[in-house]
Structure formats: C-alpha cells, structure tokens
C-alpha cells in the first residue's frame, strides 16, 4: 500500500512538473529531409535496401558497432542513456568498450543529472567524440512520446516507458524524416549484438504499444527485420519504390472517405 502511495505520489508530481514547464522534445539543428535509418542494439541487424547516403543514421548506445560493419563511419546521431558513461553493469562497460575512439555527429546523452564537465571527463575517458552535445531530461522525453505518440506518460518503471529505440524513432519522426526504417529493434529479442550476455530487454510491452499506435496514426515507419515485420505488423522495407507505393495506395484509401464527406455535409463541398 505505501508503495502504491508513493508511486501515486511521483505520478503527480511529474505530471504537475510536465505541465507547467511545458517542455519541448529534442531539435535537431538542422531537420531531418529524407529517410531515417534507427538502428537498436538487438543481436539481429539488416542493412535496408536502396541505403545510400541520403539516407540519415541514428545509433543507439553500442548499436555503432553494427552501423561500422556496414561501412558507416559516423552516425549523424547516437543516443546513449547516462549509466553507460560511467556504470559498472556489464552492458555499460560493453558500450564503453565498443565505442572506445569511435565518433557521431550530433550525440544526445538521456537523463544525465551530474554537471556538465563531469559528462563531458566521462566521454573523453574512453575516447568518444561528437560535434555537438546534449542533454534530454526526462521531460524532454516525455514531451516527444506526447508530441508524436499522443501519449502521456510519467515514465513509472520500466513497464512504463519505451526504449531509447523507439524514442530514436519518436526522434526522427518529430525531426522531419520522411520515413524511419528500424533494424535490430525486436521487442521479442533478448540480448544485445555487442556482447554475449544475453542479458533480458526491458520495455518489451510498452515498446509494442507505441509502435502499433504510429502504425495507427499513420506514421511511415518500416521495419528491415522480416521476423519483427512478422512479429509486431510494422511493413517490411523493401525499397524507395515499395513505400512510394504504400504511400499512394494510403491516400487513395482516404480520398474517397473526403468526398464522401462532402456530400454529406455541404459545408465540406
């Protein structure tokens, strides 16, 4: 009961807090003008068809060892949440060791509470540059679930919020890309590609969820991986050409529930 009274508690504070602070998600200096490739941290990963360089790359955590494999050097955007910069749990020291001298353009650090210079010493402790740095709270986080998602979320525990996958896709969504193709995000995975641990995902329920309400707001997102196309119903990406269609096809579906609507209401007409 005390515990269910404090959860309340940290319900209402955070949800007054979001209201009056009004926070605004993560933008990007420049917006997104193309496709956005997301790529998670779950041992399966499949470069998507038709990638070139106009499509923009977003990394998760120690997922940069995947996206080198593919020949990409340099993420346009990493998110990396605070503990791997100094956690001493085996998935943190994993991260740190795969991006030991790696590099993104623009990194975005989650939840980071500590000064500045402290996140700033912890970086260059093993090796990790970018061009640009910042840091998303939790509001800021709550506020892009809320933006694209329509969902509003306190962020309780762990069955209460998503992954920083899917916030990388809410990311992309609210910065401009014109589709998000995902790989190596499996809400059915367990394990991660940078170590052998097979340590168990978190997020699993509510990772779901948000991806099956894009899908329901008519979001263009892809999956590269036919097991979660299979598995959660995102379309599987097989091309420029195939979503050009899927994109006509869904506005032909709507155009006729318009003109329906402007019969029968003249105001429409």
Not at 38 to 65: H, L, M, W, Y
Not at 225 to 252: C, F, H, I, N, T
Request: hydrophobic residues 40%; aromatic residues 8%; positive net charge.
């Amino acid at each position: 009961m005390a515990a269910q009274f404090t959860e309340l508690k940290k319900h209402i504070y955070r949800q007054i807090k979001y209201h009056l602070s009004r926070p605004k998600p993560p933008v990007l200096p420049e917006p997104f003008r193309g496709p956005v490739l997301v790529v998670g941290s779950a041992p399966v990963s499949n470069k998507p068809a038709d990638f070139d360089e106009t499509f923009r790359v977003i990394t998760i955590n120690g997922s940069q060892v995947v996206t080198q494999a593919w020949g990409i050097e340099t993420p346009d955007v990493t998110l990396v949440q605070f503990n791997q910069i100094e956690g001493t749990n085996t998935n943190a020291v994993e991260v740190r060791r795969v991006l030991n001298g790696e590099r993104t353009k623009m990194l975005y650090v989650l939840l980071w509470r500590k000064e500045l210079q402290r996140l700033e010493e912890g970086l260059k402790a093993f090796n990790y540059r970018y061009d640009r740095l910042e840091i998303v709270d939790r509001y800021k986080r709550m506020a892009l679930l809320d933006r694209v998602g329509g969902v509003k979320c306190s962020e309780l525990g762990a069955d209460d919020k998503c992954s920083n996958g899917i916030n990388a896709v809410l990311f992309a969504l609210y910065n401009g890309a014109t589709e998000v193709i995902i790989t190596g995000i499996n809400p059915d995975s367990g394990g991660h590609v940078y170590n052998r641990e097979n340590l168990a995902r978190l997020h699993v329920r509510k990772d779901r969820e948000i991806l099956e309400r894009l899908l329901e707001r008519g979001y263009p997102i892809f999956t590269a991986d036919p097991a979660v196309s299979q598995s959660v119903g995102l379309p599987l990406w097989k091309g420029r050409a195939q979503a050009a269609k899927m994109s006509e096809a869904d506005a032909k579906a709507r155009r006729p529930a318009s003109k329906k609507a402007a019969t029968l209401n003249p105001l429409l007409g």
